[in-house]
């Protein structure tokens, strides 16, 4: 006895469409699994040892002080821009730089100011961290200059040396 099936031919166009429907929602899956895959942290490009890294310091005083520094390997450009001041001018494997600016002086410059009534100190700039040291403490009259130069020693006046902080305070004093 023969058989025969009246739906075959449709049957068969229909599993066939269904079977490369499930194979292309499988190629889609893997396809996309790859992509999200390939987004690790892995892929982000970081500082590695071999990576010239030069950070640029910008001084109130308009000097420029640059040095370069393996502290920051590992890092990405994300982790870079989240320090304070830091401007990122270049980054890629081969060499990053950073900016910085300050309102401070390079270690070139001195600056006096009046401490308290009658006491003028002497403050030098440490590389690092970029803070102020007092080196110095004068004792002063102050009320033998002018409500200028008062006003002056109370924001700070910068000096390029010892020698012309001693010139300006025997200056005031005569």
Do not use: W
């Amino acid at each position: 006895m023969k058989y025969r099936f009246f739906y075959t031919k449709p049957v068969i166009i229909i599993l066939c469409c269904v079977a490369m429907s499930i194979l292309c929602i499988c190629v889609v899956l893997v396809v996309l699994t790859h992509k999200n895959n390939s987004k690790t942290t892995d892929d982000v490009l970081r500082i590695t040892a071999d990576t010239n890294v030069c950070v640029v310091t910008k001084y109130s005083c308009g000097h420029m002080a640059q040095y370069t520094t393996s502290e920051y390997t590992g890092y990405t450009e994300d982790m870079l821009r989240q320090i304070a001041n830091c401007k990122i001018t270049c980054f890629s494997i081969d060499k990053v730089t950073m900016e910085f600016s300050t309102e401070k002086c390079c270690e070139n410059h001195f600056l006096l100011m009046l401490a308290a009534e009658n006491t003028l100190a002497i403050f030098s700039t440490d590389k690092k961290p970029l803070a102020d040291a007092q080196i110095m403490e004068i004792v002063f009259e102050t009320s033998v200059i002018s409500e200028n130069e008062y006003m002056r020693l109370k924001q700070g006046i910068i000096f390029d040396s010892l020698e012309e902080i001693n010139s300006y305070i025997e200056s005031m004093e005569t």
